[in-house]
């Protein structure tokens, strides 16, 4: 008797019932799958290279900076940019730069004291960083580097 009560509507219906819920968790999965598979991870369509230096000012080591490499037209890829810290940095997000020939903007951060007044603080003087290397090196950079395929590429700054 329990078994006969189990079975009371057809196979067909009952597969029908669940035909909903099985379509729901497939859309789920494959929707997970198609964005893992296109954003979980950090490849790019245009070869990267990692690159990394020194750069200088003066002879001096520039300890606070950026370096951005700006794609020339025929080169394809986004620009690419390296944290200068201790006079050296390294591109390596996403894979690093592009490979072809770029126009690169140096920007170095200095200590700048400022008394601002009010309130006491330490001293009353509170550190802003300034960028103090001239247009010529960022805004109105004229410094192009080609970056070659590979896996790893030493490109230095020495600036004047």
């Known amino acids: 008797m329990i ?3 189990l079975q009371t509507k057809p196979i067909s219906t009952q597969y029908a ?3 909903p819920y099985r379509a729901v968790t497939w859309t789920i999965l494959l929707t997970v799958a198609l964005f893992c598979g296109t954003g979980c991870n950090d490849s790019s369509p245009f070869d990267r290279v ?3 230096g020194t750069v200088t000012y003066q002879g001096e ?3 606070d900076g950026m370096v951005y490499f700006m794609p020339n037209e025929g080169t394809e890829g986004m620009q690419a940019a390296g944290r200068i810290v201790d006079g050296t940095y390294t591109v390596k997000a996403k894979g690093g730069v592009p490979v ?3 126009r690169v903007e140096i920007l170095g951060f200095g200590a700048n004291n ?3 007044g009010g309130a006491p603080s ?3 003087v509170l550190q802003d960083k300034q960028q103090f290397l001239p247009a010529k090196y960022n805004s109105n950079s004229e410094i192009e580097r080609s970056v070659e395929a590979g896996k790893k590429m030493t490109i230095d700054f020495s600036l004047e």
């Open 100 to 102: 072809g020939k770029h």
């Open 3 to 5: 078994y006969g009560s």
């Open 114 to 116: 400022i008394d601002r």
């Open 122 to 124: 330490l001293a009353g």
């Open 61 to 63: 080591s520039i300890s």
């Open 50 to 52: 990692i690159v990394s």
């Open 17 to 19: 019932i669940l035909c």
